[in-house]
């Protein structure tokens, strides 16, 4: 089955640049998401990539997308204490209008001051 | 807008009993999905509702199931409660159309079970 794998740990100092990768399986996913998890709380919705796209950028957050090797990175820039949280990569399972997200495991951004 | 609202937020159990959980998706969202997340599992989807039919179901035994109702909102029922199911229950609301799937998650609900 589709499986989506993320490494489960990233440590940055404030003001770098953060870049979190994941690879997935499912060469018919049409859409490739990011998700924010702060402790305590839901999943925010950062960001979300076409497949037909290999790059996207929304203020901070860069998206790069390698179909051909199933690979896809969120760089954050300029990262400050505030990004740190749990980050989920996702794949759209499914076409058309249905379709569920199937999740990384996610990975845990600290941020140093 | 207000978002997507789920209670309780927090639930403690014991083991055979049985829970309900809601949620209130945001206005004008007709799709509810419904996730159980745990530290060893991860995020994993249960079932997703759309014009009060389940249309797309998630790996889990029957003891898990769940309804919508004509106003969107939705509850997710579980049976016999057993240790494994202590979660946190997410829900998430989208819009309905082709394209990207925008799902919108709620706080989540926090079940216990002892």
């Known amino acids: 089955g589709e499986d989506v794998e993320q490494s489960l740990f990233l440590s940055v100092r404030e003001g770098d640049s953060s870049v979190i990768n994941c690879t997935y399986t499912d060469s018919s996913s049409t859409y490739l998401y990011w998700y924010k998890q702060e402790p305590g709380a839901g999943l925010q919705l950062l960001t979300y990539?076409?497949?037909?796209?290999d790059m996207k950028q929304d203020q901070r957050l860069t998206v790069l997308l390698n179909k051909k090797d199933k690979h896809l990175s969120l760089r954050i820039a300029d990262t400050q204490t505030g990004d740190s949280a749990i980050y989920f990569c996702?794949?759209?399972?499914?076409?058309?209008?249905?379709?569920?997200?199937?999740f990384g495991k996610g990975t845990k951004l600290s941020v140093k001051p | 807008k207000a978002g997507v609202t789920q209670t309780p937020r927090y639930l403690i159990k014991t083991r055979g009993q049985q829970v309900t959980l809601s949620c209130s998706p945001i206005s004008g969202h007709r799709s509810v999905s419904w996730y159980q997340q745990t530290p060893g599992q991860g995020l994993q989807f249960l079932f997703e509702?759309?014009?009060?039919?389940?249309?797309n179901k998630g790996n889990f035994p029957g003891r898990f199931s769940g309804r919508q109702f004509s106003n969107s909102r939705s509850e997710m029922n579980v049976s016999t409660l057993e240790l494994g199911d202590s979660a946190l229950y997410l829900c998430?609301?989208?819009?309905?159309?082709?394209?990207?799937?925008?799902?919108?998650f709620g706080p989540g609900t926090r079940l216990t079970v002892t």
């Open positions: 996702a794949e759209k399972e499914g076409g058309g209008s249905q379709g569920n997200l199937i």
């Open positions: 509702y759309f014009s009060e039919t389940q249309r």
């Open positions: 998430a609301s989208s819009l309905v159309g082709q394209g990207a799937l925008e799902q919108y």
């Open positions: 990539i076409f497949s037909n796209m």
